[in-house]
Antibody, heavy 120, light 106 residues
Framework: QVQLQESGPGLMKPSETLTLTCTVSGDSVNNDFFYWSWIRQPPGKALEWIGYIHYDGITNYNPSLKSRVRVSIDPSKNQFSLQLLSVTAADTAAYYC????????????WGQGTVVPVSS | DIQMTQSPVSLSASVGDRVIITCRASQNIKNYLSWYQQKPGKAPNLLIYSASTLQSGVPSRFSGSVSGTAFTLTISSLQPEDFATYYCQQSYSFFTFGGGTRVEIK
């Protein structure tokens, strides 16, 4: 069974860099068929795709966040990570990692999510 | 940017009702449309992809269809476990989610 688990800080201050890690079990991040993604959801709001990475290093980012986002992959630990620079209160959200399937077209497995408040 | 507009924003229904949720794309996205169910405090769960393909393990009371740029998610007979928020998502150009439709108990 494929499982994803996010880990990271519980609280961030404005201007800091957010780093989250997703540990994958039941699959390999080297799997050619899938793209490893980050998606977030501000409190009471809709979902927003952040970006994804493929095992060969190909990345794709939401244009609205591209200047502040980097997604990386560590096959030796079967993990992938998100860095979001210069966070503000608007970045307060539940952050999910997910497996992208298809081209990718959809997200078939998700982590449980981690809530990241940004507050001074 | 491709915008996805869901309607209604919320609806009240009873167990056994037929429920239809609509998602409209701001431009042609062919069939690059998926549907998710999300319960409070939980991650979304994939229901349908490619507009009408049922994800493995999802009950057959869920179905999806498309007509032009309008997509529908139908729940043929609402069950107690179906009360949740539903999101559509396009993948024609990057990924965009709709605003969600909350299905509540009548």
């Amino acid at each position: 069974q494929v499982q994803l688990q996010e880990s990271g800080p519980g609280l961030m201050k404005p201007s800091e860099t957010l780093t989250l890690t997703c540990t994958v079990s039941g699959d390999s991040v080297n799997n050619d068929f899938f793209y490893w993604s980050w998606i977030r959801q501000p409190p009471g709001k809709a979902l927003e795709w952040i970006g994804y990475i493929h095992y060969d290093g190909i990345t794709n980012y939401n244009p609205s966040l591209k200047s502040r986002v980097r997604v990386s992959i560590d096959p030796s630990k079967n993990q992938f990570s998100l860095q979001l620079l210069s966070v503000t209160a608007a970045d307060t959200a539940a952050y999910y990692c997910a497996r992208g399937a298809g081209a990718p077209d959809y997200f078939d497995y998700w982590g449980q999510g981690t809530v990241v408040p940004v507050s001074s | 940017d491709i915008q996805m507009t869901q309607s209604p924003v919320s609806l009240s229904a009873s167990v056994g009702d037929r429920v239809i949720i609509t998602c409209r794309a701001s431009q042609n996205i062919k069939n690059y449309l998926s549907w998710y169910q999300q319960k409070p405090g939980k991650a979304p769960n994939l229901l349908i992809y490619s507009a009408s393909t049922l994800q493995s393990g999802v009950p057959s009371r869920f179905s999806g269809s498309v007509s032009g740029t309008a997509f529908t998610l139908t729940i043929s007979s609402l069950q107690p476990e179906d009360f949740a928020t539903y999101y559509c998502q396009q993948s024609y150009s990057f990924f965009t989610f709709g605003g969600g439709t909350r299905v509540e108990i009548k």
